[in-house]
């Protein structure tokens, strides 16, 4: 919105050096906490927390009391500092403990940038996100939780660290006094350091209208004092849109003074500057981003699965090449060697359980089974990148301050489904339920946090757990209260539901872990559905959708 802060790198590098020397050794809980109203907590000692609110219309960053229902997060961690990059909007909290996490360090990062203001938590040890607030591809780069953490290309404008002043100077003429005057506040964005559209007007001063070659000179000591200040003087400028935090005054822009950054973060929170409407309006967009991920993310699963069933035709030919041989394939063997068409030797496994023949119709099987999902998915993928221009094409409208009137009804109506009394939010169940063919009761987690409570709350100790091998998926829970294995179909079947309600779905064969539910543990500050498996055994099973279809009983 017009209104919103906006953050350049001076006010980050001015933002991160004043953080450092407020938050610098203090002790703070290792995990922040995201929120859906895009705002991220880091729980300080002492009944504090730094909140920072990254929603479009706001923008504030203040030391606030601990909130309610917050006090058994312990500091278990230490923030080691706070530092900015030069010529970045990128800030980093660097945490440090011992124990609680691999490697015993994390960063949580903001990242500042106009229109994709994000907070992450990456592990120092792998660089992988540990979970993040507002999930997107953006730039190529993919911020999900699980993903390693790349973050944006750095900046290579000139800059101090690359030449000295007087080479500085005459790169200065170099890049301004040669195009029109009119033109030169993008040359000056696109090629110096610490230039930005809060600053570049009081840079230029009368340079950005007048030709005279002379004004440049002025206009160079104003960007040699910006770049290389160091000493911090907050205060609020008077925007035409706005007030904004800055570290130093602006020459020509009206500013009161402030002790400190966050004094003058401060004075914005208590105010009310966004009109309902257009609150409202914030609000919805966020909502509608939201959805328009979702979309995105569907429309890219499903062409990852056509992808996968593209393997029909090969699966169909290792049948038949397990039919031609079936005088090789002896008894307990896990695979067998054959020769294709072209004399090529082929090692095919095989499931020493099975009889030859019966390898065979399983690979026909699971030919057949990717031919049923290959005719099913140009269609669901032709809907999917119709929702995904629907909302595009709405969210380009609802930018210009008034939503379409669909988009408003469809938001509405989730937001309604969503609205559950707390005696309807005690009712849901944080898993589905199936009935396997020998009727045990099968519990499927729906969301990560509903895994664990799946796990940890709604499983006995004896119970057989199982989950797909190194990918993302449900906690599968399959009530067994006797000694011994379950039967093995009711195993099979279980396992199939894990490999179906996980990332691995689109494949043929998958790996499933199982194991009693003794022996999962929860590490402490491990992010929600992670955990660990003391010991365990593997079955492969096949993602089947008619399994799923069959097994389900609401």
Same mark, same amino acid.
């Given at each position: @919105?017009?209104?919103?802060?906006? %953050?350049?790198?001076?006010?980050?590098?001015?933002?991160?050096?004043?953080?450092?020397?407020?938050?610098?050794?203090?002790?703070? /809980?290792?995990?922040?906490?995201?929120?859906?109203?895009? *705002?991220?907590?880091?729980?300080?000692?002492?009944?504090?927390?730094? &909140?920072?609110?990254? /929603?479009?219309?706001?923008?504030?960053?203040?030391?606030?009391?601990?909130?309610?229902?917050?006090?058994?997060?312990?500091?278990?961690?230490?923030?080691?500092?706070?530092?900015?990059?030069?010529?970045?909007?990128?800030?980093?909290? =660097?945490?440090?403990?011992?124990?609680?996490?691999?490697?015993?360090?994390?960063?949580?990062?903001?990242?500042?940038?106009?229109?994709?203001?994000?907070?992450?938590?990456?592990? #120092?040890?792998?660089?992988?996100?540990?979970?993040?607030?507002?999930?997107?591809?953006?730039?190529? &780069?993919?911020? %999900?939780?699980?993903?390693?953490?790349?973050?944006?290309?750095?900046?290579?404008?000139?800059?101090?660290?690359?030449?000295?002043?007087?080479?500085?100077?005459?790169?200065?003429?170099?890049?301004?006094?040669?195009?029109?005057?009119?033109? &030169?506040?993008?040359?000056?964005?696109?090629?110096?350091?610490?230039?930005?559209?809060?600053?570049?007007?009081?840079?230029?001063?009368?340079?950005?209208?007048?030709?005279?070659?002379?004004?440049?000179?002025?206009? %160079?000591?104003?960007?040699?004092?910006?770049?290389?200040?160091?000493?911090?003087?907050?205060?609020?400028?008077?925007?035409?849109?706005?007030?904004?935090?800055?570290?130093?005054?602006?020459? #020509?822009?009206?500013?009161?003074?402030?002790?400190?950054?966050?004094?003058?973060?401060?004075?914005?929170?208590?105010?009310?500057?966004?009109?309902?409407?257009?609150?409202?309006?914030?609000?919805?967009?966020?909502?509608?981003?939201?959805?328009?991920?979702?979309?995105?993310?569907?429309?890219?699963?499903?062409?990852?699965?056509?992808?996968?069933?593209?393997?029909?035709?090969?699966?169909?030919?290792?049948?038949?090449?397990?039919?031609?041989?079936?005088?090789?394939?002896?008894?307990?063997?896990?695979?067998?060697?054959?020769?294709?068409?072209? !004399?090529?030797?082929?090692?095919?496994?095989?499931?020493?359980?099975?009889?030859? /023949?019966?390898?065979?119709?399983?690979? %026909?099987?699971?030919? &057949?089974?990717?031919?049923?999902?290959?005719?099913?998915?140009?269609?669901?993928?032709?809907?999917?990148?119709?929702?995904?221009?629907?909302?595009?094409?709405?969210?380009?409208?609802?930018?210009?301050?008034?939503?379409?009137?669909? @988009?408003?009804?469809?938001?509405?109506?989730?937001?309604?489904?969503?609205?559950? *009394?707390?005696?309807?939010?005690?009712?849901?169940?944080?898993?589905?339920?199936?009935?396997?063919?020998?009727?045990?009761?099968?519990?499927?987690?729906?969301?990560?946090?509903?895994?664990?409570?799946?796990?940890?709350?709604?499983?006995?100790?004896?119970?057989?757990?199982?989950?797909?091998?190194?990918?993302?998926?449900?906690?599968?829970?399959?009530?067994?209260?006797?000694? !011994?294995?379950?039967?093995?179909?009711?195993?099979?079947?279980?396992?199939?539901?894990?490999?179906? /309600?996980?990332?691995?779905?689109?494949?043929?064969?998958?790996?499933?872990?199982?194991?009693?539910?003794?022996?999962?543990?929860?590490?402490?500050?491990?992010?929600?559905?992670?955990?660990?498996?003391?010991?365990?055994?593997?079955?492969?099973?096949?993602?089947?959708?008619?399994?799923?279809?069959?097994?389900? =009983?609401?």
């Amino acid at each position: @919105m017009s209104n919103a802060v906006r %953050f350049d790198p001076p006010l980050v590098r001015a933002l991160a050096a004043e953080l450092d020397a407020l938050l610098a050794g203090r002790p703070a /809980h290792p995990a922040p906490v995201f929120d859906r109203d895009l *705002s991220a907590l880091l729980l300080l000692d002492g009944g504090e927390a730094l &909140r920072w609110d990254l /929603h479009p219309t706001r923008g504030w960053v203040s030391l606030v009391p601990r909130p309610e229902g917050f006090e058994a997060y312990a500091p278990e961690a230490r923030i080691v500092r706070v530092a900015a990059a030069p010529d970045e909007r990128l800030l980093r909290i =660097e945490l440090q403990e011992g124990n609680r996490f691999r490697g015993g360090a994390r960063s949580l990062l903001f990242e500042l940038h106009t229109n994709q203001w994000n907070a992450l938590l990456v592990d #120092g040890a792998d660089r992988r996100i540990v979970s993040v607030l507002r999930s997107r591809e953006a730039g190529g &780069r993919r911020l %999900f939780a699980g993903e390693v953490y790349a973050p944006p290309p750095p900046s290579s404008r000139l800059s101090a660290r690359a030449a000295e002043r007087d080479r500085l100077r005459v790169e200065w003429h170099v890049h301004l006094a040669l195009v029109p005057p009119e033109e &030169r506040r993008v040359e000056l964005l696109r090629a110096f350091a610490d230039a930005s559209p809060l600053n570049a007007g009081s840079i230029l001063g009368d340079a950005a209208t007048s030709p005279d070659p002379a004004l440049l000179d002025p206009a %160079f000591e104003r960007w040699w004092a910006l770049h290389t200040a160091r000493e911090r003087r907050p205060v609020l400028l008077e925007l035409s849109r706005g007030k904004q935090p800055y570290p130093f005054p602006l020459e #020509g822009v009206p500013a009161a003074p402030y002790p400190t950054l966050l004094a003058a973060w401060a004075t914005l929170v208590t105010q009310d500057e966004v009109p309902g409407r257009e609150q409202e309006v914030a609000r919805l967009l966020v909502r509608a981003r939201r959805r328009l991920e979702g979309a995105r993310r569907r429309a890219a699963k499903l062409y990852q699965e056509l992808q996968g069933v593209a393997a029909a035709e090969p699966l169909r030919a290792r049948g038949d090449l397990l039919l031609a041989n079936l005088h090789r394939v002896q008894h307990g063997a896990s695979r067998v060697t054959v020769y294709d068409h072209d !004399g090529r030797r082929i090692k095919i496994p095989v499931d020493p359980a099975l009889r030859p /023949h019966e390898n065979a119709n399983r690979w %026909f099987e699971e030919a &057949r089974r990717l031919d049923r999902i290959a005719e099913r998915i140009p269609g669901l993928i032709e809907r999917a990148e119709a929702e995904v221009r629907r909302w595009e094409e709405g969210i380009a409208v609802a930018e210009q301050g008034e939503p379409p009137a669909w @988009m408003e009804a469809a938001l509405r109506r989730a937001e309604h489904r969503q609205a559950r *009394s707390p005696a309807q939010a005690r009712e849901r169940k944080p898993y589905r339920v199936y009935r396997t063919s020998g009727g045990l009761e099968v519990r499927v987690g729906r969301t990560r946090e509903d895994n664990d409570r799946l796990t940890f709350r709604h499983a006995s100790l004896g119970d057989v757990w199982l989950h797909a091998r190194s990918v993302p998926g449900s906690h599968v829970v399959l009530r067994w209260s006797d000694e !011994g294995a379950p039967p093995a179909r009711d195993l099979e079947e279980a396992a199939t539901l894990a490999a179906w /309600h996980s990332k691995a779905r689109s494949s043929g064969t998958v790996a499933v872990d199982w194991t009693r539910r003794r022996y999962v543990r929860k590490p402490r500050g491990a992010p929600p559905g992670r955990v660990s498996i003391l010991q365990a055994k593997t079955v492969f099973v096949s993602p089947d959708a008619e399994t799923e279809e069959r097994l389900r =009983e609401e």
